[in-house]
């Protein structure tokens, strides 16, 4: 089974909420990625964490915070976003974070639209 | 210039077809070469995955990669009204110091007609 699950599929949000989008994998990977991705680009890598522990942090504004809780949950939390984050957010996952070739396994997305 | 070239499309084609999606790339030290295909509103989805020089054949699906021309390819054959997405091309560095990213193209949006 490679399947990655994101909840919300759908978030709607102002300007001064805060929010959390949720990721999970049970495919026993130690990798788990957050990417957003806008209309007709590619996705574009904001974090990774290897074994619960943040190894990378594309330079995201700290209105983006993600959490691991454990080595299957991936959470990235919400606070005082713009609308030009509005985006599909994807999570992805991978054996064992050291890139190089490891295949990633994405989940369908949360579409988000900050208003 | 991108590290990772990809014709936007979008391509047409009818249904039947023989399709050829392509990339192009300029830094050598890719060894992994994936493409993702992504419906409208989905998360992409792994197709194929391929390390370094060479084919892959995935019943219709063919990936070849020539790393002399930096140059990687995505064939569909007998394609269907199904097969219309978006198909993103992927590469990564081989496992050396630090974290390899993947790097995509900017995706080639495909229509079958049928």
């Known amino acids: 089974d490679t399947e990655v699950t994101q909840t919300p599929k759908h978030l709607v949000m102002g300007m001064t909420n805060k929010k959390s989008l949720k990721c999970e994998q049970h495919?026993?990977?130690?990798?788990m990625y957050w990417y957003k991705q806008k209309a007709k680009k590619p996705p574009e890598l904001m974090f990774v964490y290897s074994y619960e522990k943040l190894s990378i942090n594309e330079s995201v504004p700290s209105r983006f915070s993600p959490e691991c809780p454990n080595s299957s949950l991936l959470n990235l939390h919400l606070h005082a976003l713009q609308p030009e984050d509005s985006a599909l957010y994807l999570c992805?996952?991978?054996?064992?974070?050291?890139?190089?070739?490891?295949?990633?396994?994405f989940g369908p997305g949360t579409r988000l639209l900050v208003l | 210039q991108k590290e990772v070239e990809q014709d936007p499309g979008p391509l047409s084609v009818p249904e039947g077809a023989i399709v050829s999606l392509n990339c192009t790339y300029s830094?050598?030290?890719?060894?992994?070469f994936m493409w993702y295909r992504q419906y409208s509103r989905k998360g992409p989805e792994l197709l194929m995955y391929?390390?370094?020089?060479g084919n892959k054949e995935d019943g219709r699906f063919t990936a070849q990669v020539d790393k002399s021309s930096k140059y990687i390819s995505l064939f569909i054959r007998d394609s269907q009204p199904s097969d219309s997405a978006t198909y993103l091309c992927?590469?990564?560095?081989?496992?050396?110091?630090?974290?390899?990213?993947?790097?995509f193209g900017t995706g080639t949006r495909l229509l079958v007609s049928p």
């Open positions: 495919m026993g990977h130690r990798a």
């Open positions: 830094n050598s030290a890719f060894q992994y």
């Open positions: 992805a996952s991978s054996s064992s974070g050291s890139g190089g070739g490891e295949t990633q396994y």
């Open positions: 391929t390390y370094s020089s």
């Open positions: 992927a590469m990564s560095a081989g496992r050396g110091t630090g974290f390899q990213k993947l790097v």
